[in-house]
């Protein structure tokens, strides 16, 4: 057992310095110092309080999209949806914002409702979804990724048409917000504590929803053996609609989260690609909710880190991508080989 | 619009949905054979950029085409060896190769944005573009068009007419039996993804010397067209004709979303352009909802003359998946 433990920490060590030495290689074709191009990519994570607090504005969503993924990977769903739930739940905090702008509540209820729009518009998201695949027949996959383009363009008509700001029409975005509809941020960063918080929330009662309840105990049945579950008696289509919601409610607070405390409006590109990435992480953590938290935190840095790269070097910032998808790659088949050499038939 | 101009915009659809074409047939192949790709959107965009890359650097079109299909089937064989070899999951592999691929067309593309490249040029056929009507229609196109009539033509004989066909739907479909009957189900899975990732490669450079000739990064409007493609091999039903259908209605619904623009000034181009969308999940819903229990059991209530009409439309909607799409085969 032990010997196992090693030999399977070594393994993943060993697929990490594979992708570093692709990445590598990528670097070396695209005619680039590949030692210069990763102190950069560093220097854009630590070398300022400002660039610390952006990463961790940027794993709020992140993690909120990774804790999202990780309950209807529980349930055997491949919500590749996410993007459009986080989309959607933006368009629903904007639409509450704007309808409660010029009303006289105080700013923090507006904002409170905000987030309850826009846990709604993502949970409505989701569960079309999720009603495509239960009563409809159609995998999560291919009905997830046309609402995501439903979404997007559902979003850009807002944006150009009721929403444009006066005498535009432009898709750049919808006119800012006053800052008294801004989550705090007390210490003139772009960071809010109050995202922070939920972000961090979120993921430790998806931990403990998936680890410790009656709950996702049942959520798990459905998902290793949805026939089994069935005939022990577990409402199974429930419980994919469950996750569906429960994920798109999520996805939904990102995009909430992205309109209050990031962009403070809303623009076209609003999920910052963050849903797939979510889908990624949980692929790399192999869908153990304990390390969500780090490796999103991870992943959010080298998104930030890669910012360096058009401004230090003239080079795309998809390097960050090109790093975050080669690991999961790697760790994947890397796991499988370790798989297929050591534990063939037990 | 005259007829004339008419004719030529179809003439236009046809051409456009040419990459497209590509990468549904090489998807329906690669999934006859039960594997899914799904890394096509990342297979597209870095076909797309190697294509460009190559062709600009060589100045030769064949050596870009080739390049791309090259890279589609390299990508393609990851999938395979990752789920035929190392039993992982063949979507898992699939989506991270998708978000892979597009980013490293992103970086190593960036030398070549706005690069002036060679492109394909309109190569008439001679006699038969005098025809009237069908002469513009088909006969006026460039060689990657023609290219993509010929393939739905050959990739459905290849399907459904030969034995090596027989033998690549028996692998999808009952692989056990297959292997029974002799064939080396496994070291057929290689071939046909690898085949069907080369196909869907062309798709690439046909949009960066052909249809959207150039490469201009994330500016080049590809991304996205990956996922169109998955939805419409599911939508053709793995049958190559429904899916040349599937593509040509796509493409014409996209065609007439830019025609209506001037008639409703107040939806911008970008909302008429996915338009296809919803209707795409329609169209899923209606392929698929026949198995759903609820209609089944709904059938079952009606009078006898309507059950019988509703379950033969179903039936007739109906597109059901190779067997063991999908699903790793072991011999022993």
Redesign the interface.
């Known amino acids: 057992m032990k010997k196992n433990q090693w030999l399977k920490i070594g393994f993943q060590l060993a697929a990490i310095v594979l992708a570093l030495l692709f990445t590598t290689l990528v670097l070396l074709m695209a005619g680039a110092s590949p030692l210069q191009a990763y102190s950069n990519v560093l220097q854009g994570i630590f070398s300022s309080t400002a660039d610390i607090t952006n990463v961790l504005a940027a794993w709020v969503p992140l993690l909120l999209a990774t804790a999202g993924v990780l309950i209807t990977f529980a349930a055997g769903l491949w919500n590749i949806g996410i993007e459009g739930q986080i989309v959607l739940g933006a368009v629903f905090t904007t639409g509450a914002l704007r309808l409660l702008q010029n009303s006289s509540l105080p700013g923090g209820w507006i904002i409170v409702i905000g987030f309850i729009a826009g846990l709604i518009g993502g949970a409505i998201w989701g569960a079309l979804a999720g009603v495509l695949k239960t009563f409809g027949g159609v995998n999560e996959i291919f009905g997830g990724l046309g609402l995501n383009f439903v979404a997007t363009a559902f979003a850009l008509y807002l944006i150009i048409g009721p929403w444009g700001r006066p005498g535009i029409a432009s898709t750049s975005g919808t006119l800012i917000f006053p800052t008294r509809l801004w989550l705090p941020t007390p210490l003139n960063v772009a960071l809010s504590p109050w995202a922070l918080g939920l972000g961090i929330l979120a993921a430790i009662l998806v931990y403990f929803l998936l680890r410790g309840t009656y709950f996702g105990l049942r959520l798990k049945a459905v998902g290793k053996n949805m026939r089994a579950a069935f005939l022990l008696g577990v409402p199974t289509w429930q419980y994919s609609m469950y996750a569906f919601l429960l994920c798109g409610a999520l996805a939904g607070l990102a995009g909430a989260v992205q309109v209050t405390a990031v962009y403070h409006r809303l623009i076209p590109t609003i999920s910052s690609g963050y849903g797939f990435l979510g889908l990624l992480v949980a692929m790399l953590i192999n869908y153990q909710a304990v390390w969500a938290a780090p490796i999103a935190l991870f992943y959010a840095a080298l998104n930030i880190g890669g910012i360096q790269l058009p401004i230090m070097m003239k080079m795309d910032s998809s390097l960050s991508g090109v790093l975050q998808g080669i690991l999961v790659l790697f760790v994947l088949m890397v796991e499988g080989a370790r798989q297929q050499l050591f534990e063939k038939k037990e | 619009m005259t007829s004339m101009g008419l004719l030529i915009s179809i003439a236009g659809i046809l051409s456009g949905a040419a990459p497209i074409m590509f990468g549904v047939i090489g998807e329906t192949i690669t999934e006859r054979a039960g594997i899914i790709n ?1 890394s096509m959107n990342g297979t597209i965009l870095l076909s797309a950029m190697v294509g460009f890359a190559a062709a600009f650097v060589t100045g030769s079109l064949f050596l870009g085409f080739l390049a791309g299909a090259l890279l589609g089937g390299l990508v393609a064989l ?1 999938v395979a060896f ?1 789920s035929i ?4 999951s063949q ?3 699939g ?3 998708a ?2 691929c ?3 067309s ?6 070549y944005i706005s690069q002036n490249g060679p492109s394909l040029n309109v190569l008439p056929i001679p006699v038969l573009d005098k025809i009237p009507i069908l002469g513009i229609l088909f006969f006026r196109q460039d060689l990657m068009t023609y290219f993509s009539f010929v393939i739905i033509f050959l990739a459905w004989f290849w399907i459904y007419r030969t034995r090596p066909g027989l033998m690549l739907r028996g692998i999808g479909e009952r692989p056990a039996a297959a292997y029974v009957r002799g064939a080396n189900v496994n070291r057929l899975r290689y071939i046909y993804t690898f085949l069907g990732g080369a196909i869907a490669g062309l798709a690439g450079p046909t949009f960066s010397l052909d249809v959207k000739a150039g490469w201009a ?1 994330q500016l080049s409007g590809l991304d ?1 067209y990956g ?1 169109i493609v ?2 419409i091999a ?1 939508f053709g039903g793995w049958n190559p004709f429904r899916a040349a259908f599937g593509v040509y209605l796509f493409s014409f619904l996209q065609w007439l979303g830019l025609v209506l623009q001037p008639v409703l000034p ?3 181009t ?2 008429l ?2 338009a296809p ?2 209707l ?2 329609l169209t ?2 209606l392929v ?5 229990e ?1 209609v089944q059991r709904w059938l079952a209530s009606l009078p006898e003359g309507t059950r019988r009409v509703m379950a033969r439309i179903l039936r007739a909607l109906r597109a059901s998946p190779p067997a063991s799409l999908g699903v790793p085969f072991e011999s022993e």
Do not use: E, R, T
Request: charged share 5%; glycine share 8%; aromatic share 12%.
């Open positions: 799904l990851v990752s070899a190392l039993k992982q979507v898992a592999v989506f991270v190769l978000v892979l597009l980013n490293l992103y970086f190593l593309g960036h030398a990064g996205g996922w998955l939805s599911i107040n939806i911008p970008q909302v352009q996915v969308f919803p795409m999940i899923l819903l698929n909802i026949g198995d759903a609820w």
